[in-house]
């Protein structure tokens, strides 16, 4: 059984209600049903949701642990948390898989979101999609999984 780490950062806990015109008007746990829907049989979706630095890299050093793969979504952490950067790094140096995704296009926004101090360590990324986003993360992760 593979159990896939699906980890959020800030403010994502505020889905559904928070800038629907940005992130549309689901919740996580809408996501986890279509993550859930989406999954093979033996992959298994561990959504989690925080809005704490310090647990977000703790579930990071539990993906090395446990060798799980990990669709990450690091919210306002991908624009400045080297210490996220330093445990997504752990995590793919170790083989690992981490796939940075992102509901919007970071890239259509803000200047200040054009930069991600994570994305140069993960093993890639997807972004623009909406929840469709995660799914492709989770294609991802299955098509590399060994069988």
């Not at 989690?48 to 799980?68: F, K, P, Y």
């Amino acid at each position: 059984m593979t159990n896939v780490l699906v980890l959020n950062g800030p403010n994502l806990g505020r889905l559904g209600s928070r800038e629907p015109d940005v992130y549309g008007n689901q919740d996580l746990p809408a996501l986890t049903k279509l993550l859930e829907a989406d999954a093979p049989s033996g992959v298994s979706i561990d959504l989690r949701q925080t809005d704490d630095e310090a647990e977000l890299i703790g579930w990071l050093h539990e993906a090395v642990d446990t060798d799980s793969p990990v669709i990450l979504n690091p919210a306002a952490f991908t624009h400045y948390s080297y210490a996220l950067r330093d445990a997504v790094a752990l995590v793919t140096k170790s083989g690992g898989t981490v796939i940075e995704v992102h509901i919007s296009n970071p890239h259509a926004r803000e200047e200040f979101r054009h930069n991600s101090v994570v994305s140069g360590v993960a093993t890639g990324v997807i972004a623009g999609f909406g929840f469709e986003s995660y799914l492709l993360a989770l294609g991802a992760i299955v098509r590399r999984s060994p069988k």
